[in-house]
């Protein structure tokens, strides 16, 4: 299996984590639980086969992407292919840090896989066209990062109280409340919101519940002999109750079901199918 990963250079590294290319993945399993993790991604399909999204209950297929389309920041899983078969390059956006590339609110698209070309600037489909000349991921990745640069330099304006307010979150998803960030940013609560909305195309409140839930998975994976507790008290949850209706609501199972289902898969991924 191929799996590359590039930081692009300042300034696009202020809003994209990376670039990723991978193809030759292989899994015993076909379809994957893809957990919300507070992320926007641009995916470029480089095959002639579409991908799906499957039925939450059945797994049967539900929705067809064909070159490019782009994951808005989810509240709920959604049941994607586990990439057998696949050639991708990914466009992995810092959290709250890809409305320069999309001219719209982020709200457009949250809970939401749209097509690229219904959505996205044209770049992105020339972008594709041109990744299918190039003979290495080294070249896609400087491809990558020279055509964006050209088409959005001029639009790379980050949002201080957003990268503020997304800071501060991940720093301490557990300890921090919206109204400490209101506060010392000083906004009023419904400025907050709207800011905060277009950038990331969630409430503050909504995205601080997801980096709970994402604090909670991660304390599982690095953690042996789990309390549950403690992880619920760690993680910012009133009671163990509290956490096991956060992660039902988020992943459809409770932390012991999600257990038992990972297996070894990567972080945010669970096999279901």
């Not at 919300?36 to 499957?54: A, H, K, S």
């Not at 042996?224 to 993680?235: E, K, N, P, Y």
Request: hydrophobic share 40%; glycine share 8%; with cysteine.
């Amino acid at each position: 299996m191929t799996h590359n990963f590039h930081t692009p250079s300042f300034p696009l590294s202020q809003f994209i984590t990376g670039f990723v290319y991978y193809k030759g993945y292989t899994a015993v399993h076909s379809i994957d639980r893809f957990l919300p993790n507070g992320n926007v991604e641009i995916i470029i399909n480089l095959t002639d086969e579409p991908r799906y999204i499957y039925d939450s209950h059945t797994l049967a297929k539900s929705s067809e992407y064909k070159k490019l389309w782009i994951s808005g920041i989810r509240e709920r899983f959604i049941n994607i292919p586990s990439g057998n078969g696949a050639e991708m390059f990914i466009i992995e956006f810092k959290k709250g840090m890809a409305q320069p590339f999309l001219g719209m609110p982020l709200t457009e698209v949250s809970g939401r896989v749209v097509e690229g070309e219904l959505v996205l600037n044209k770049v992105f489909s020339e972008l594709r066209e041109r990744l299918l000349e190039q003979d290495s991921s080294a070249a896609m990745f400087k491809l990558a990062e020279a055509m964006l640069l050209q088409q959005f330099q001029n639009k790379l304006s980050v949002n201080t109280f957003v990268d503020f307010a997304i800071s501060c979150i991940l720093a301490n998803p557990a300890g921090t409340t919206i109204k400490n960030i209101a506060g010392k940013a000083g906004y009023s609560s419904k400025h907050l919101i709207n800011i905060f909305s277009n950038h990331t195309g969630v409430s503050p409140k909504s995205f601080l519940r997801i980096m709970r839930f994402q604090k909670a998975i991660q304390d599982i994976e690095t953690t042996g002999a789990i309390s549950w507790v403690s992880l619920a008290h760690d993680c910012g949850y009133y009671d163990q109750a509290h956490l096991i209706a956060n992660f039902k609501e988020f992943s459809g199972f409770t932390p012991l079901e999600y257990m038992q289902a990972k297996g070894g898969a990567w972080l945010n991924y669970v096999p279901v199918g």
